[in-house]
C-alpha cells in the first residue's frame, strides 16, 4: 500500500493535502472531536461562535487564550515537515488546512491556504482593525487583556478565525475549490470530514476524477470514497511516505 500511494504521488502533477486538527495532535494540540477536544466542560463549538462571544466574550477570549499559550508551546510536528518537505519536492502544490494554528507555516509549507482563519491575526469588532500578533510582537499583551479593545475605534477585538455559522474566507474558499477541481491526488490528514463547506475537497478532487488517499488513525467521514486509506498517526506515516517517495524517484 505505502509503494503504490507513494508511486502514485511521485507520478502526481497537481497533488495538494487537506489537513484538520488531527495533524497537530502529535504536537499537543487537542483535536475538536476527540476525547482530548474539551476544555473546562464546553466543546469548541458551543464556544466558536458568535452566539457565544456576544454572550460572553470574557469567556470565549479565555478559551482563545488557552488555546494560543497551547499553540506556543508546540512545535511542528514530522507530519507538517513531512508535507513541507513534499511541497519542496514539488510533488504537494499546496495545502489547504482546517487548522487555525499556523503550524503548516513554521514547518516551512510555502502555500498554505488557511479556510478557517489564524489564531495569531486578530480584528475587530467594528472598524476594518486587523493584526497579526506574531508580526506586531503583542502576544504577551494580548495574553494580559481580559477584553482585548481595538487601538483604533476602542470596540471590542475578537480571534480572525471562522466561527460556526460565520461565511469562510471567498477567496481562501475559491482558491481551494479550483485546486480541488484541478487536483489529480489529495492526500486527507487528520480530519473527522464533519465541518462543511471545508469537507468538500476531497469530494471535489474525486469528482474531478482525482485520487483520494486518507491518513488517520481511525476512520473518518472521508474514508468511504478513500482509494487509499493508511491507518495510524500522521507524525508516522507522513515521513514514511517522504522516505518511499525518495526511494522510488532515485530508483
Ligand atoms: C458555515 C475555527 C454558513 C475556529 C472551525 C447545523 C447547525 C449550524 C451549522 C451547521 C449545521 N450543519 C452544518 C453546519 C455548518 C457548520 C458545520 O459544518 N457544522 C458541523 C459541526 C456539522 N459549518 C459552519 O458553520 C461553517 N460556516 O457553514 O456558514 C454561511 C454561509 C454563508 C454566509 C454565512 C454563513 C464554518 C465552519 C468553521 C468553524 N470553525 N475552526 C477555531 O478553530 O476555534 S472548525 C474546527 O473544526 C476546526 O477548524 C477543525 O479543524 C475543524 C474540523 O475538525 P477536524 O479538523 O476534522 O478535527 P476533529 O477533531 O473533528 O477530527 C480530528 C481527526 O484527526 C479525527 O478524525 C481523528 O481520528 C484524527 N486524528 C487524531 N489524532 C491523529 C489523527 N489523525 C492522524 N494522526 C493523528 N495523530
Ligand atoms: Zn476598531
Redesign the pocket.
Known sequence: MFREVSKILAKSSMAIAF?????S??SGI?????KD?LWRKYR??E???PEAFKRDPKLVWE??KW?IKKILEARP?P?HIALAEMEKMGIIKAVI?????DLHKEAGSINVIE???N?FRIKCTSCSYREYLKETGRIEWLLSQELPKCPNCGSFLR?D????????PEKELTTAFSLAKKADVVLV???????????YIPYIVKESGGIVVE??????SITPIADFFLR??????LPRLVGEIRRYLNE
Open positions: 489537513t484538520g486538527a488531527g495533524i495532535a502529535e487537542p483535536t475538536f472531536r476527540g477536544g469548541a463549538e464556544l466558536a461562535t478559551f482563545y488555546r510536528n507530519a488546512t482546517q487548522n487555525v494554528d479556510l478557517h482563519g489564531i480571534p478565525v471562522v466561527w460556526f455559522g460565520e461565511a469562510l490528514v487528520g480530519t473527522s470530514g464533519v465541518v462543511y463547506p471545508a469537507a491518513v488517520n488513525i481511525e476512520p473518518s495510524g498517526k500522521a507524525g508516522e506515516i
